[in-house]
């Protein structure tokens, strides 16, 4: 979460909102919604690390009450409200009374809330990507021993399952039959040798039995 | 027809208003939904003079043409400065269509069709429930709660999107496209990029067929259920989760693309 945005106004709202009496996550976000006029529908996505900072900042505490979280403001956060009480008055009067002043602060929520999701995301496919790149590292690998068993035709090749081959073998022909203009008789031709290969495969599973 | 020159600061009011059409350079333009008297309030400008146009609930803002002063005329407007600030309140069933070059544009709350196009602009979207179409060139688009189709495309700006609804069409050349859909399942989600990163996160259960591929860069994704096509030009993520009743398709040539799985934790605590 960006510390620009920490200074917002969101904060002093939740403050302000907890100061008129405790209150579980959920009926913050539907009071927040209609101070916005309905404009603007904070989800619980961004209410709740909100709520957790502040909590970590100590302006608020929480506790379990039948299973579900209720939030209080502490005296640290009415000191802060205190504080600044007048920023947030003038505010308020401004957002009711000119289009300009709620325009703009829809705009720097939604920018905020942009913000901080990106960032959150943008390290959440880092560390995926991270993750699975020693997996496809090896799977490169995989594609060269693929390549040189595409020319396979002896028995001593260490070849992968057939499940595995199979689906090799899909994607590749798919992508081959994507890109040419098939005429019929290719097509007849292309038919008859997968029909064929199947009776085969059929036939080595049988004698195996 | 109603007709006012706007050239200082200035607040209009109207009795309805159905559609709206706005026409501007640069500046800002905010546009809210609202169940109060639809109103129109210039804050600043700078340079020549809107126009404004009011007839049958439809309401237009735009820059006088300048009159024709013979064939070199346009010269003697080269240094003209077109800057406004411009903020509407309409009502939530407005028709709105803006067009603008450099000016910032922000809309909430509205139910009905939303064109927004602009070529240097940035793009802010909130709470917005019809179809909705954003174009910018170099500038961001940022969404929140869009809950109708999105249609968005971008040169080079970022493309963000914070609990989509409907079905998103999204095409970028470099800019990055970030999604957190809510609940899929209803629509198509195509996300098509040339350069930039896809990042896509989806709820812990959805009901998507999945294609997602790069031509030369990665692809990851948080979900087990997909699998890995074996293409050596290209990597590619397919599958189905859940019921696999929309369809998430995702294409980009050089940018890597990532699904995320949202923790199931994550949903409202009353949900539980």
Same mark, same amino acid.
């Given at each position: ?47 709740? &690390? ?24 502490? +005296? ?25 002043? !709620? ?24 560390? @995926? ?65 997968? +029909? ?14 | 027809?109603?007709?006012?020159? @706007? ?16 026409? %501007? ?12 008297? &639809? ?31 013979? &064939? ?37 709350? %509205? ?11 940035? @793009? ?55 999604? +957190? ?18 990042? @896509?996160? !989806? ?27 074996? !293409? ?15 369809? !998430? ?24």
């Amino acid at each position: 979460m960006s510390p620009v945005f920490s200074h917002g106004m969101l904060r002093l709202y939740l403050l302000k909102l907890l100061d008129e009496s405790p209150r579980h996550g959920y009926d913050v976000i539907r009071l927040l919604e209609d101070r916005f006029m309905g404009l603007y529908a904070p989800s619980p996505g961004t209410i709740y &690390p909100r709520l957790q900072r502040l909590e970590a900042e100590g302006l608020v505490t929480q506790s379990q009450e039948g299973g579900r979280k209720v939030y209080r403001i502490t +005296d640290a956060g009415r000191e802060e409200l205190r504080r600044r009480q007048d920023e947030l008055d003038h505010l308020e009067t401004e957002i009711r009374s000119s289009v300009h002043h !709620l325009a703009g602060e829809i705009r720097e929520e939604v920018r905020g809330t942009v913000r901080d999701l990106k960032q959150e995301l943008k390290q959440a496919a880092r560390e @995926i990507r991270r993750q699975q790149r020693h997996e496809n590292r090896s799977r490169r690998d995989w594609y060269g021993d693929w390549h040189a068993d595409w020319d396979w035709r002896g028995e001593d090749a260490a070849a992968p399952r057939p499940e595995r081959r199979l689906r090799d073998l899909l994607a590749a022909t798919h992508q081959l039959l994507h890109r040419a203009h098939l005429t019929e008789a290719q097509i007849r031709e292309c038919a008859a040798i997968l +029909d064929e290969s199947f009776q085969r495969i059929r036939e080595v599973l049988r004698d195996k039995r | 027809m109603a007709t006012w020159t @706007i050239d200082e600061p200035q607040k209009l009011t109207f009795d309805t208003v159905r559609r709206l059409r706005l026409r %501007l350079v640069a500046g800002s333009v905010g546009v809210v939904g609202t169940d109060e008297q &639809p109103t129109l309030e210039v804050s600043e400008l700078d340079g020549s003079a809107l126009l404004v146009r009011h007839q049958d609930g439809e309401l237009e803002v735009d820059y006088e043409r300048p009159r024709w002063q013979g &064939p070199l005329g346009w010269l003697t407007g080269w240094r003209r400065r077109y800057r406004a600030v411009v903020s509407l309140a309409v009502p939530r069933d407005c028709e709105v269509d803006l067009g603008v070059v450099s000016s910032g544009l922000m809309v909430s709350g %509205l139910r009905a069709p939303l064109v927004a196009r602009t070529i240097n602009g940035e @793009i802010t979207l909130s709470g917005c429930s019809g179809q909705v179409e954003a174009q910018t060139v170099s500038g961001a688009v940022q969404a929140h709660g869009v809950a109708g189709d999105l249609w968005a495309h971008t040169v080079s700006g970022d493309l963000t999107l914070v609990e989509g609804g409907g079905s998103i069409g999204a095409r970028t050349v470099s800019g990055t496209v970030t999604l +957190d859909v809510r609940a899929p399942g209803a629509g198509d989600i195509r996300v098509t990029t040339i350069s930039g990163d896809v990042t @896509i996160r !989806l709820p812990h259960a959805s009901d998507l067929q999945v294609q997602a591929q790069s031509t030369s860069g990665q692809v990851a994704s948080a979900f087990d259920e997909l699998h890995r096509d074996g !293409l050596p030009a290209l990597q590619r993520i397919r599958g189905r989760l859940g019921a696999g009743t929309g369809r !998430l398709r995702a294409t980009t040539t050089t940018g890597h693309v990532a699904l995320l799985r949202r923790e199931p934790e994550a949903e409202p605590e009353e949900a539980r």
